[in-house]
């Protein structure tokens, strides 16, 4: 038997990186996974490699999106998992970049988490469910150019505290994972080299986000509203700076 039999999981961005490993993962713990993406071509072949998988069209800002995908989960049952994974990263400082560009990144990073444990909140207090939001290290500390990626991870680590603290009484729990960086299509832009300096000086795998979110989903019953850290050490400090004298 797998942890997650009988479970029926949706998690957004699934048709790639950390969204991808996860399906995997549940799946291969017995859920009934929902891949929804805005990619149809990618998710529907992602859907089509894993078994108990199914795609479901999302765009994460468009509440009628949501409002179909949750249709599509509740043939089957209530939901009992929601990923929150979908997101962009744009660069930029403060002073150049263009205020559409800010506004895109924040409302796919932050506003469609808050738009799907909106829509989700119903489905989930039935399945007394589990919320995970893919934040990043970037909501716990600054990145140059980055103001506006930093700007949405830090807000949806709030955001989970206090959708920790409204869903409690209907035994719903809901975390932050902040990983650091992970070798996914979305970082391809980004050197190795930026990892150099952690105690382990390497990109993480979408596979090691992954754990992180079943972990939480399946055995960590008493935690809520926290945040859980995957990031090789970077929040910790500098390896090279610390072996200064």
């Known amino acids: 038997m797998g942890r997650f039999d009988g479970k029926r999981v949706l998690i957004t961005g699934g048709a790639?990186?950390?969204?991808?490993?996860?399906?995997?993962?549940?799946?291969?713990?017995?859920?009934?996974?929902?891949?929804?993406?805005?990619?149809?071509?990618?998710?529907?072949?992602?859907?089509?490699?894993?078994?108990?998988?199914?795609?479901?069209?999302?765009?994460?800002?468009?509440?009628?999106?949501?409002?179909?995908?949750?249709?599509?989960?509740?043939?089957?049952?209530?939901?009992?998992?929601?990923?929150?994974?979908?997101?962009?990263?744009?660069?930029?400082?403060?002073?150049?970049?263009?205020?559409?560009?800010?506004?895109?990144?924040?409302?796919?990073?932050?506003?469609?988490?808050?738009?799907?444990?909106?829509?989700?909140?119903?489905?989930?207090?039935?399945?007394?469910?589990?919320?995970?939001?893919?934040?990043?290290?970037?909501?716990?500390m600054g990145y140059s150019n980055l103001g506006a990626y930093v700007a949405s991870k830090w807000g949806l680590r709030g955001l989970t505290k206090t959708a920790a603290l409204e869903l409690a009484t209907s035994h719903v729990r809901v975390c932050s994972i902040h990983p650091g960086p992970i070798r996914t299509p979305m970082t391809s832009v980004v050197d190795e080299s930026i990892a150099g300096g952690q105690p382990i000086?390497?990109?993480?795998?979408?596979?090691?986000?992954?754990?992180?979110?079943?972990?939480?989903?399946?055995?960590a019953t008493y935690s809520t509203g926290t945040e859980f850290v995957v990031d090789g050490g970077a929040t910790v400090g500098s390896v090279a700076l610390a072996d200064v004298s």
Do not use: C
């Open 16 to 140: 790639r990186g950390i969204g991808t490993a996860t399906a995997r993962g549940f799946a291969e713990e017995g859920a009934e996974v929902f891949i929804a993406d805005v990619l149809d071509d990618e998710g529907r072949a992602v859907a089509a490699e894993i078994q108990g998988a199914r795609f479901v069209h999302l765009d994460v800002t468009v509440e009628a999106d949501w409002r179909a995908a949750l249709e599509e989960v509740h043939l089957h049952g209530p939901l009992d998992v929601l990923v929150n994974n979908a997101g962009v990263l744009e660069f930029g400082s403060i002073a150049e970049q263009d205020p559409k560009s800010f506004h895109h990144v924040l409302e796919i990073n932050l506003y469609g988490p808050w738009l799907g444990m909106h829509v989700a909140a119903d489905s989930l207090r039935a399945a007394k469910g589990v919320v995970v939001n893919i934040s990043s290290i970037a909501g716990m």
């Open 201 to 219: 000086p390497r990109f993480g795998s979408p596979e090691e986000v992954a754990s992180m979110v079943l972990y939480f989903a399946g055995e």
